[in-house]
């Protein structure tokens, strides 16, 4: 069955929910916020069980707690998750909600701007022994940059730390393990975190930290933010069960669990939501063949379905409409990376 973009977009203006119906309006179909539709969204969106749910739950001083099941950590963690869903659907800065559980967040940062381990509530575990990880200031800045604080110079000295983290062939590291920052050495990189072409570049550390910058205003183009995606981009791997996990993640269909596994899992369509915001085009052979092959995926409905939750396939299809068809085929775009097939654990070969 050959849909239209049009037909496509009715079957997700068809979902019971309000956040995603005004998303559609507003990122796909280019709906002018003083459109009476538009209106009528903007006010029925409070009531979007996705949302009403974080607004009842928040805390008088703005932070969240952590459910145990699906958010598993402490209060800082379950704040930039209840901050990113808010950023995704469309909520920023103007919101009371928001506002609260950005200063939150911002009450926890550090002198040198970043945000510390112990500020989440955990202690111990894989985070043992490391004076640094990339991650624990780039998941709470992307909460940031994705309600609109960006810009705030307090997410810039966030910004300023983590870009001094990075290493020089453009990657992030596990981090820093074995003492403090200035005599420890670079942690280990696991074979399923291991980028192709960097010795102690880590996908997970590099994902978290390229997220934030790509939702900066004016970050998202720099030459820091085009090498950390040629290096996710090198990674040559389809693994079509995990497109629209983060999606998931965010809409809460899926647990979020983790540290340095925060994305252990491959997602295609969150590398593609990245090409869109960071300027990759389509002329560059590797991310025309990833769209050709996220495009073989859609369903005989035009329809993307992400089948261990099926209930967030609208969702997930819009995040990839989105993507798509932001995707420009020409663009100052360079890519140097060479394609590397992905393996975790290569084969060593026998000394005998």
């Given at each position: 069955?050959?849909?239209t973009?049009s037909s496509?977009?009715?079957?997700l203006l068809?979902?019971?929910?309000?956040?995603?119906?005004?998303?559609?309006?507003?990122?796909?179909?280019?709906?002018?916020?003083d459109d009476p539709?538009?209106q009528?969204l903007?006010?029925a969106?409070?009531?979007d069980p996705l949302?009403?749910?974080l607004f009842e739950?928040?805390?008088?001083d703005?932070?969240?707690e952590a459910d145990?099941?699906?958010?598993?950590?402490?209060?800082?963690?379950?704040t930039?998750?209840?901050?990113?869903?808010?950023?995704?659907?469309?909520?920023?800065?103007?919101?009371p909600a928001v506002?609260r559980g950005?200063?939150?967040?911002?009450?926890l940062?550090?002198?040198?701007?970043?945000?510390?381990?112990?500020?989440?509530?955990?202690?111990?575990?894989?985070?043992?022994?490391?004076?640094?990880v990339?991650?624990?200031?780039?998941l709470p800045l992307?909460?940031?940059a994705m309600?609109?604080?960006g810009?705030d110079?307090?997410a810039?000295?966030?910004y300023?730390?983590?870009?001094?983290?990075?290493?020089?062939?453009g990657?992030w590291?596990t981090?820093i393990?074995?003492?403090?920052?200035e005599?420890?050495?670079?942690?280990?990189v696991?074979?399923?975190?291991?980028?192709?072409?960097?010795?102690?570049?880590?996908?997970?550390?590099t994902?978290g930290?390229?997220l934030?910058?790509?939702h900066?205003?004016?970050?998202?183009?720099?030459p820091e933010?085009?090498?950390?995606?040629?290096?996710?981009?090198?990674r040559?791997?389809?693994?079509?069960?995990?497109?629209?996990?983060?999606?998931?993640?965010?809409?809460g269909?899926?647990?979020?669990?983790g540290?340095?596994?925060?994305?252990?899992?491959?997602?295609?369509?969150?590398?593609?939501?990245?090409?869109?915001?960071?300027g990759?085009?389509t002329?560059?052979?590797?991310v025309?063949?990833l769209v050709?092959?996220?495009?073989?995926l859609?369903?005989?409905?035009g329809?993307w379905?992400y089948?261990?939750?099926?209930?967030?396939?609208r969702?997930?299809?819009?995040?990839?409409?989105?993507s798509?068809?932001?995707?420009?085929?020409?663009?100052?775009w360079?890519?140097?990376e060479?394609?590397?097939?992905?393996?975790?654990?290569?084969?060593?070969?026998?000394r005998?």
């Amino acid at each position: 069955m050959n849909l239209t973009l049009s037909s496509r977009v009715a079957l997700l203006l068809a979902d019971p929910s309000p956040c995603l119906r005004l998303l559609v309006l507003r990122e796909l179909l280019g709906y002018p916020d003083d459109d009476p539709e538009v209106q009528e969204l903007l006010e029925a969106r409070e009531r979007d069980p996705l949302v009403r749910d974080l607004f009842e739950r928040q805390a008088d001083d703005g932070a969240w707690e952590a459910d145990g099941r699906l958010w598993q950590g402490g209060r800082q963690r379950a704040t930039h998750l209840a901050l990113m869903r808010l950023g995704y659907v469309g909520f920023d800065t103007t919101h009371p909600a928001v506002q609260r559980g950005a200063e939150y967040l911002f009450s926890l940062q550090q002198d040198d701007g970043s945000w510390s381990f112990a500020s989440d509530g955990t202690e111990g575990g894989e985070r043992e022994g490391y004076a640094m990880v990339p991650l624990q200031t780039a998941l709470p800045l992307r909460a940031l940059a994705m309600c609109g604080y960006g810009s705030d110079p307090r997410a810039e000295r966030a910004y300023t730390w983590l870009l001094a983290k990075r290493l020089d062939d453009g990657a992030w590291p596990t981090g820093i393990a074995g003492g403090t920052e200035e005599s420890g050495v670079y942690g280990y990189v696991a074979g399923y975190r291991r980028l192709a072409h960097s010795r102690w570049g880590c996908r997970s550390n590099t994902t978290g930290s390229l997220l934030c910058l790509a939702h900066h205003p004016e970050r998202r183009n720099s030459p820091e933010v085009r090498r950390a995606l040629d290096l996710l981009l090198g990674r040559e791997t389809r693994e079509a069960q995990n497109v629209g996990l983060e999606v998931a993640r965010l809409m809460g269909a899926e647990p979020t669990r983790g540290f340095f596994t925060f994305f252990a899992r491959f997602d295609l369509a969150l590398l593609l939501d990245l090409c869109w915001r960071v300027g990759a085009t389509t002329g560059d052979a590797r991310v025309a063949d990833l769209v050709e092959f996220v495009t073989g995926l859609r369903g005989e409905y035009g329809l993307w379905a992400y089948p261990a939750q099926p209930q967030i396939s609208r969702w997930v299809t819009f995040d990839l409409l989105r993507s798509l068809s932001r995707l420009q085929a020409e663009g100052d775009w360079t890519g140097t990376e060479p394609r590397t097939p992905f393996q975790p654990y290569p084969a060593r070969r026998k000394r005998f």
